[in-house]
Each structure stands twice: as C-alpha cells, then as structure tokens.
C-alpha cells in the first residue's frame, strides 16, 4: 500500500496519544507494514480535502488517522477513535 515510502509523525504528539488514548503511531506503522488497514477514505469536509484518513483497529476499537501524502512519503496527523465506524467496520 505504502510500500517504499517513509511515514513520519510527529514526536510529541505521539507521547501525547499515547498518555490521552493509550494508542501510538508505532502502532499504526505496525498496522501499515503488515496490510492490516481496513480502509482509506476521503473527508467529506472541503477544509480537510488535502487529506486522506486511514481506517484501522487498535485495542480492538476502529480509529481514524488522518494523514497527508507527499513525494517524500506520508505524515501521520493523529489518531482518532470512532465509534460510529466501530459498528460499520465490526
């Protein structure tokens, strides 16, 4: 999917995610790398149309991660839970 490209995040944030939802970045790379990205959608909100969101479980709860691709590779924005795709991806 991503095959060849590097992901990057943002430190701090990941430290934060990780002390507020008990969820990390290095997670999702883990999802990414081993093809466990149940999805990727397009917001529908025009303010975030540079952006696409990848859909996966972590903790055995679906979360959104918002991310921005470039020539460079993708950067990780954050990761959000989902109740509502919880049940559609259930």
Do not use: W
Request: net charge positive; hydrophobic share 30%; charged share 30%.
């Amino acid at each position: 999917m991503f095959e060849g490209q590097t992901i990057c995040r943002n430190e701090d944030k990941n430290q934060r995610l990780k002390a507020d939802r008990s969820v990390s970045f290095e997670q999702v790379q883990e999802c990414i790398v081993n093809d466990r990205v149940l999805d990727i959608i397009q917001p529908t909100n025009p303010r975030y149309a540079h952006q696409k969101q990848l859909v996966i479980r972590l903790n055995n709860y679906i979360h959104i991660v918002p991310y921005v691709e470039d020539e460079n590779g993708i950067f990780l924005k954050t990761i959000i839970p989902q109740r509502k795709k919880n049940k559609l991806y259930d």
